[in-house]
């Protein structure tokens, strides 16, 4: 008979985290599954429905005392939990603690109480920075944050934290994940010439739910894991489409919204290594602005495109770059762009 295997995964109120258990459902008689997640209104009822199947175990991963609940005899660890931006970056101090010191209490219970476990963990193309003039990544390029990216800094730590571990590891970069994304701020800091590659949360969770029964070949080794040449184009043709989908009309921003530099994303040039022994993509940019329109309420998308210069003022309004220009911030004019213009 074949030996369940007991799976924990961390940060499941997430959209990755929900596809996660998901798909790991399928399997249910071959597994036994520990979710862990903070406790709020949120995740109570996000995880609700998976009680009769999973065990649901609420905590705080800063708390030793709550991660240590967690970490007794498992196989196999899917280590989501993170702060992500914009919160991440304007909560550094957080973000260390959630994202660094978090993992490495994980990391030092697991070790105690789980010798044998193996660590799939999330992390971020955001750890290569700015790649608009050089967009081809690989695994063996230099690690270089953008300024004020808090977020990547406190992933490449963890990462550190996981490799000098006693414990079997695996280490995930992923790419753009997209799918139940909602529109902010954030969306200004990223140049639209930027080469963006995209990973659904669906294949992202199938590579991660695959990677339990190929521990052998990912052990202790980096990847870089994007959605692959289906799912390439630019941010500025990205975002048009999504604007077109969603009845936002033309992407017809003031020319100084969108910074210049300083984000990241880029085309992963090795892409292909894990697919190749994952086979997990199925998507590419038509699959995903498919899904995308099917989301939509039909009066939704009619009242958006009503009211869609209000809504692209509202979003505009939130441009931090513009922001910088109006207010003439030589320093943050310095960050966003590359040109030291100061007038609009």
């Given at each position: ?159 550190n934290i996981i490799r000098k571990s006693k ?151 939130q441009s931090e770059p513009l922001h910088a ?20």
């Amino acid at each position: 008979m074949r030996k369940r295997k007991k799976i924990l995964v961390t940060g499941v109120s997430g959209t990755i985290g929900k596809e996660v258990l998901n798909q790991l459902l399928q399997n249910i008689d071959f597994l036994e599954i520990t979710a862990f997640d903070k406790k709020s209104p949120k995740t109570e009822k996000i995880l609700s429905k998976y009680k009769k199947q999973v065990t649901v175990i609420y905590g705080d991963i800063t708390n030793q005392n709550d991660i240590n609940k967690i970490c007794h005899n498992k196989d196999v660890v899917i280590h989501l939990a993170a702060l992500i931006p914009p919160i991440a970056d304007e909560k550094p101090d957080l973000a260390h603690q959630i994202n660094t010191v978090g993992t490495e209490k994980l990391i030092r219970s697991l070790e105690k109480h789980s010798t044998g476990a193996f660590v799939i963990y999330s992390s971020s193309v955001s750890v290569y920075g700015d790649r608009v003039q050089n967009p081809y990544i690989t695994i063996h390029d230099e690690l270089n944050p953008s300024p004020r990216d808090e977020y990547a800094v406190t992933k490449i730590k963890a990462e550190n934290i996981i490799r000098k571990s006693k414990l079997d590891w695996t280490i995930f970069r992923l790419s753009a994940i997209m799918g139940g994304h909602k529109m902010s701020k954030l969306m200004f800091h990223q140049p639209l010439k930027t080469s963006l590659e995209i990973t659904t949360y669906e294949d992202t969770a199938r590579a991660l739910v695959h990677s339990i029964e190929k521990q052998e070949q990912l052990s202790k080794k980096t990847f870089n894991l994007g959605g692959g040449e289906r799912c390439r184009t630019t941010y500025k043709e990205f975002l048009s489409r999504s604007f077109t989908v969603f009845g936002l009309g033309k992407l017809n921003f003031h020319p100084k919204a969108f910074a210049d530099k300083n984000f990241h994303c880029g085309f992963y040039e090795d892409g292909e290594v894990l697919d190749t022994i994952l086979h997990f993509r199925r998507d590419n940019l038509d699959s995903y602005f498919e899904k995308e329109k099917q989301k939509i309420f039909g009066p939704t998308r009619v009242l958006t495109f009503l009211f869609k210069g209000i809504i692209k003022k509202y979003l505009e309004k939130q441009s931090e770059p513009l922001h910088a220009f109006i207010k003439n911030d030589k320093e943050l004019i310095q960050h966003f762009f590359n040109s030291n213009q100061t007038k609009i």
